[in-house]
């Protein structure tokens, strides 16, 4: 059993982690101590009155502090109630992804590992010349040990927000002595 000094820190802890959740991933106003304060208001007793908050609340008291807890474990300590909101949560998600349109890309893989994402085929080419230029003043004999195609180009569909995430792990062709 928590003490009263505990369950204060761990309730503090929990509202400041809330807040920053709700500006980086909602896109709430205001600095992360003006959320927090919000969610500060909404306590309840020991529950909170908004019906989101107050799983969050208890799902952050599930989770242990020292390591996370398994999915598994996690949700066998869920009741009904709870467990029903994360389904509706997830399947509203999903249904989400499942609209989001799609964007074909070009990926440039040298070696068997991406190297490069284009969003269009000329430069994917291009990345591919300036790498095959680069390579050929100055070869790493090591580079080039994939068994199969160790240079290739591949095309697929990306939904559009995975895009910016592709396309920032992005190599320079020149820098292959790094990889």
Request: with cysteine.
């Given at each position: 059993?928590?003490?009263?000094?505990?369950?204060?820190?761990?309730?503090?802890?929990?509202?400041?982690?809330?807040?920053?959740?709700?500006?980086?991933?909602?896109?709430?106003?205001?600095?992360?101590?003006?959320?927090?304060?919000?969610?500060?208001?909404?306590?309840?007793?020991?529950?909170?009155?908004?019906?989101?908050?107050?799983?969050?609340?208890?799902?952050?008291?599930?989770?242990?502090?020292?390591?996370?807890?398994?999915?598994?474990?996690?949700?066998?300590?869920?009741?009904?109630?709870?467990?029903?909101?994360?389904?509706?949560?997830?399947?509203?998600?999903?249904?989400?992804?499942?609209?989001?349109?799609?964007?074909?890309?070009?990926?440039?893989?040298?070696?068997?590992?991406?190297?490069?994402?284009?969003?269009?085929?000329?430069?994917?080419?291009?990345?591919m010349a300036r790498f095959s230029a680069?390579?050929?003043?100055?070869?790493?004999?090591?580079?080039?040990?994939?068994?199969?195609?160790?240079?290739?180009?591949?095309?697929?569909?990306?939904?559009?927000?995975?895009?910016?995430?592709?396309?920032?792990?992005?190599?320079?062709?020149?820098?292959?002595?790094?990889?």
């Amino acid at each position: 059993m928590l003490t009263w000094e505990e369950l204060k820190k761990l309730r503090e802890d929990f509202e400041t982690a809330y807040a920053r959740h709700a500006k980086r991933h909602v896109g709430l106003d205001g600095t992360t101590e003006e959320i927090a304060e919000l969610v500060k208001k909404d306590r309840n007793g020991p529950h909170y009155r908004n019906e989101q908050c107050d799983y969050a609340w208890i799902g952050y008291q599930l989770a242990p502090i020292p390591k996370k807890q398994s999915t598994p474990d996690f949700l066998a300590d869920m009741d009904r109630d709870q467990l029903r909101y994360c389904v509706g949560a997830a399947t509203e998600r999903l249904e989400k992804l499942a609209e989001a349109e799609k964007v074909k890309v070009w990926l440039v893989r040298v070696d068997g590992s991406r190297r490069y994402t284009a969003t269009s085929a000329p430069e994917a080419l291009d990345w591919m010349a300036r790498f095959s230029a680069a390579f050929q003043a100055a070869p790493v004999e090591d580079l080039m040990d994939a068994e199969d195609y160790p240079v290739s180009i591949q095309a697929r569909s990306l939904f559009a927000d995975e895009l910016p995430g592709m396309l920032s792990l992005n190599d320079k062709p020149e820098d292959f002595a790094q990889w």
